[in-house]
């Protein structure tokens, strides 16, 4: 139980060909937060960038980034705030949230960490009007303090299905870890439903 209120300030800009599917153009949101009491008594800020290229007709080539962190200003960051690495979000051929800073006794429990980054290199090629073969690598990692970019490596690389369906499209991939901190599950096979 607990309450989260917070203030946001971001900047967002859009210069995507389409807002679905893009296949060109370039995305980005920057922002800085802060708790306003509750249990949510820390600031943030961070910023994501997703690049779109064109290669040959109508392949696609996305490169994406993203970066945040999170300090406390009393106590600690509560665990909701904490961030977490692994799944169909962030790096594909880990279980989701199961990547990060870990407490370790009668077992290994991810407890998240202050600082998160990773990235996404994905190119598809469409194999009828809305489906789409992809390859990707993703690669991140986090950090148990504020700035602390340090964390333990994971990196993936896979494939798989883009269905463009139109208001729920679906994104099917096989993936396997190329690094791993021998502490997070994989996960070979991720199901999302969604653009990012």
């Given at each position: 139980d607990g309450i989260n209120s917070k203030l946001r300030f971001f900047w967002q800009e859009d210069h995507r060909d389409r807002p679905l599917f893009p296949t060109a153009g370039w995305s980005s949101l920057a922002y800085v937060e802060v708790g306003l009491g509750g249990d949510a008594k820390d600031y943030g800020l961070g910023f994501n960038v997703t690049k779109y290229f064109n290669p040959w007709k109508d392949h696609v080539l996305m490169a994406?980034?993203?970066?945040?962190?999170?300090?406390?200003?009393?106590?600690?960051?509560?665990?909701f705030d904490r961030f977490f690495i692994g799944?169909?979000?962030?790096?594909?051929?880990?279980?989701?949230?199961?990547?990060?800073?870990?407490?370790?006794?009668?077992?290994?429990?991810?407890?998240?960490?202050?600082?998160?980054?990773?990235?996404?290199?994905?190119?598809?090629?469409?194999?009828?009007?809305a489906v789409s073969f992809a390859v990707f690598t993703d690669i991140g990692s986090v950090g148990e303090d504020f700035f602390d970019v340090g964390g333990d490596l994971l990196w993936s690389a896979g494939c798989g299905l883009r269905l463009n369906l139109p208001g729920f499209p679906i994104r099917l991939d096989f993936a396997k870890p190329i690094t791993n901190d021998?502490?997070?599950?994989?996960?070979?096979?991720?199901?999302?439903i969604g653009i990012d």
């Open positions: 994406r980034f993203r970066f945040d962190t999170i300090e406390a200003y009393s106590g600690d960051v509560p665990m799944g169909g979000r962030t790096v594909r051929g880990f279980e989701f949230r199961e990547g990060g800073p870990k407490a370790r006794g009668s077992g290994v429990v991810p407890v998240g960490g202050q600082t998160l980054w990773c990235g996404t290199l994905e190119y598809s090629i469409p194999l009828a009007s021998d502490d997070t599950e994989e996960e070979t096979f991720t199901f999302w």
